[in-house]
């Protein structure tokens, strides 16, 4: 017998051993309360709300709590226009225009969970881009210079300061969380979670789990903005995604 089988041989027989306390005899499967929970937040929606905030702010990220939906837009519309002014601001001498200074990169203003966004975007004269299709040349340079990106989210994880974005619902595109230098997040209360395990205990309870996760070829979490660092730890921000990432949440439930 060689010396390895001669170690297998001794660890079988130890894990045979009636006093041993690992693994226990005929375990019982965990019920959903039971099931391990790496992070954990409590409280109703404004509590998650306000965690999920100062969780994405120390990921560097920046959040806006408000109370309705037209407050949200509201203040989606006063971020635009002073990110604006901000650039126009910083322009001094001869500066490269590329023609998409006043476009926004986003999902379908349809499936947007605010209405009305598309028509206030273009009132105060921003063109809105949701490109299908990033494979082709022309729609690549067509929005390789947008500074303003804006989704929606699947979920919102209060415990962690993350959002789950899926890929493959109709009106729905990666690229507006991912190109632009800026990316704004408008998430409804009743998207936001304890955690990531919260959500997944929600689709099995609706029997819609294995559904989501197999129509979904994406399943992206973003946890504030882009980061990188060097092997002496410093930080760079922006370098393989946006630099900055805004999130506006609001109540979307009514009180009884």
Request: with cysteine; aromatic share 6%; net charge negative.
């Amino acid at each position: 017998m060689s010396a390895r089988d001669d170690i297998l041989t001794q660890l079988r027989g130890a894990l045979t051993q009636p006093t041993l306390r690992f693994p226990p005899p005929n375990p019982q499967p965990l019920t959903a309360e039971e099931r391990l929970t790496v992070t954990a937040a409590e409280g109703d929606l404004p509590m998650l709300a306000e965690r999920f905030a100062r969780e994405l702010e120390t990921l560097h990220g920046e959040a806006l709590i408000v109370e309705t939906p037209v407050a949200a837009r509201m203040a989606l519309i006063n971020m635009l226009l002073g990110w604006m002014e901000e650039h126009k601001a910083k322009r001094t001498g001869a500066f490269f225009e590329s023609g998409q200074e006043e476009c926004v990169l986003s999902w379908d203003v349809d499936v947007l969970p605010i209405t009305g966004i598309g028509d206030t975007l273009r009132d105060i004269g921003l063109t809105v881009v949701t490109p299908d299709d990033m494979h082709n040349e022309k729609t690549r340079s067509a929005t390789r210079y947008i500074q303003y990106g804006l989704t929606g989210v699947e979920a919102a994880f209060a415990s962690t300061g993350s959002m789950l974005m899926t890929s493959s619902a109709p009106g729905v595109n990666r690229v507006a969380s991912l190109l632009p230098i800026r990316h704004v997040a408008l998430i409804p209360f009743s998207r936001v979670y304890e955690n990531v395990e919260a959500w997944l205990r929600e689709k099995r309870t609706r029997g819609i789990l294995v559904k989501t996760l197999k129509e979904n070829a994406n399943l992206t979490m973003i946890s504030g903005p882009s980061k990188s660092a060097d092997i002496e730890g410093n930080l760079t921000l922006g370098v393989h995604g946006p630099k900055f990432v805004n999130a506006i949440l609001f109540n979307d439930i009514l009180d009884d």
